[in-house]
């Protein structure tokens, strides 16, 4: 999964007898900060906007197209644990906890999923007066064969997978947009800070990506994981 970039120094010099420049693809980074110098010169930095769990669950996806379910199966799992991780954060951070606290008392579960979901489930249940809907023990027995125990899945079972995060996750951010939208707002706020340097003097470009978990998307489309990766495929064979 790459990315597309395109300088915005030249997207702004471009006039209707030239053409637009055209986008550099680059690779995913941790961070979400980008840094590139364009052919003629500039560089620009670019911030993308999506959370960890967005663009984790289209790497999933795109590791389906690519033939690598096992891969697909851990993506998807990061994806539903850094959601939980997204939550635990809208929740504290609706009710005016400083970012400072949170990071400080995260070290605390950052390497243990398990902490993190036991914290995950009763924010849930302090915000929703009920637990939440979690993956199913089946699922749940699957992905450990998968990541622990070397189980090789098929596509269609890679696929299965997928959507029932997906179907977990949804519902559940769609819930949290509407219940905790100061929360949401200043995880989002500060993921785009933390991409940036402390001591940033070049401007800083915020960009987005369409993903097939959206938080930005409003329009109510929710397309499954088969109709995400069919649109997916026809892109890809036009890069
Ligand atoms: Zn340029």
Same mark, same amino acid.
């Not at 940036?196 to 940033?200: I, S, W």
């Not at 978990?213 to 489309?221: A, K, P, R, T």
């Given at each position: 999964m790459r990315l597309p970039l395109t300088c915005m120094k030249c997207a702004v010099g471009a006039n209707a007898s030239s053409h637009p420049p055209y986008p550099k693809y680059v690779e995913l980074r941790d961070d979400g900060r980008y840094e590139f110098t364009c052919e003629k010169g500039h560089t620009t930095v670019t911030v993308l906007q999506e959370q960890k769990f967005e663009v984790l669950f289209d790497l999933g996806a795109y590791a389906i197209l690519d033939g690598y379910y096992r891969e697909a199966v851990a993506s998807f799992t990061s994806s539903l644990e850094r959601f939980y991780e997204f939550f635990i954060k809208a929740s504290l951070f609706e009710d005016g906890l400083e970012e400072s606290a949170f990071a400080e008392t995260w070290k605390e579960v950052s390497s243990q999923s398990e902490r993190q979901l036991g914290a995950f489930i009763f924010l849930y249940l302090k915000c929703f007066s009920e637990r939440p809907a979690l993956l199913r023990p089946k699922q749940i027995k699957f992905r450990n064969e998968v990541i622990h125990k070397g189980k090789i899945p098929s596509r269609s079972e890679a696929i299965d997978y997928g959507q029932a995060v997906l179907e977990t996750i949804r519902p559940i951010m769609q819930r949290t947009k509407t219940a905790l939208p100061i929360g949401v707002q200043q995880t989002v706020l500060n993921h785009l800070k933390n991409s940036?340097?402390? #001591?940033?003097s070049q401007s800083v470009t915020t960009m987005t990506i369409a993903t097939t978990?959206?938080?930005? #998307?409003?329009?109510?489309?929710e397309p499954s994981l088969e109709e995400a990766l069919s649109e997916k495929e026809w892109w890809r064979a036009r890069w």
């Open positions: 940036r340097k402390q #001591d940033e978990i959206s938080l930005n #998307d409003g329009s109510g489309n």
